[in-house]
Structure formats: structure tokens, C-alpha cells
């Protein structure tokens, strides 16, 4: 069983900058394309980021990309998201997920295709 809990949430200001964090238990991280996804409320869950396996390939949704980064490091079972020039637009719960993939996305990968979830963690931007 994979377990992934997320931390970095918190309240910012428009501008700023955060970095999100997801720690995953169990085995077999390094086979694992790890994902971030956000979700505001009233809306459906949106792609952020994923990293392959190796982390050579990385993949940003249209949102955020040019204004985060995400990158993972196997010895720590660790994925980070960095994100800057925050908006009130990415207010939202952010998600990490664990999925299990023989090659590497085609394009922006579906919520539903998930193997594993985090129970989030709230991002809240002010202006």
C-alpha cells in the first residue's frame, strides 16, 4: 500500500511564492509518476504538475506552467512543488497522487487515472 501525505498549505499573499511538499510510504516510489492536482471549491479537480518516475520528464498544466516546479527526490520518498507569483486563482485544495504508468504521459493526465491520493492541502491566497 502507498500512502501520501501532503504538507506546505498555508495562507499567502498574491505574489508570493510556496513550495508543497508530499511524503509517500510504501513501496516501490521509484516506479511511481507522482502528480499534483488542486481543486476550488465548486470546481472539478485540475491537473498541476507530474514528474516521472526518474524525473527527467516533467509536465505542467496550462495554469501554473512558467510559474511552478515540481521535482522529487527518491532517497526521501519526496516530491515538492514549487510555486511563485501566486494568484488568487490558485486558491484551491492541492492534491498529490501516486500512479502507476508502463510510459510516460502523452499529454496532461486525467484525475481519474490515479492509483493513490493524499487527503490534500489547503492553499489559500490573498490579495
Known amino acids: 500500500q502507498v500512502q501520501l501525505v501532503e504538507s506546505g498549505g498555508g495562507v499567502v499573499q498574491a505574489g508570493d511564492s510556496l513550495t508543497l511538499s508530499c511524503t509517500v510510504s510504501?513501496?516501490?516510489?521509484?516506479?511511481?509518476?507522482m502528480d499534483w492536482f488542486r481543486q476550488a471549491p465548486g470546481k472539478e479537480r485540475e491537473f498541476v504538475a507530474a514528474i516521472s518516475w526518474s524525473g527527467s520528464s516533467t509536465i505542467y498544466g496550462n495554469s501554473v506552467k512558467g510559474r511552478s516546479v515540481i521535482s522529487r527526490d527518491n532517497s526521501k520518498k519526496r516530491v515538492d512543488l514549487q510555486m511563485t507569483s501566486l494568484k488568487p486563482d490558485d486558491t484551491a485544495v492541492y492534491y498529490c497522487?501516486?500512479?502507476?504508468?508502463?510510459?510516460?504521459?502523452?499529454?496532461?493526465?486525467?484525475?481519474?487515472?490515479?492509483?493513490?491520493w493524499g487527503k490534500g492541502t489547503l492553499v489559500t491566497v490573498s490579495t
Open positions: 510504501g513501496r516501490n516510489f521509484e516506479s511511481l509518476a
Open positions: 497522487a501516486a500512479d502507476h504508468v508502463s510510459a510516460w504521459y502523452s499529454g496532461q493526465p486525467s484525475h481519474y487515472g490515479m492509483d493513490y
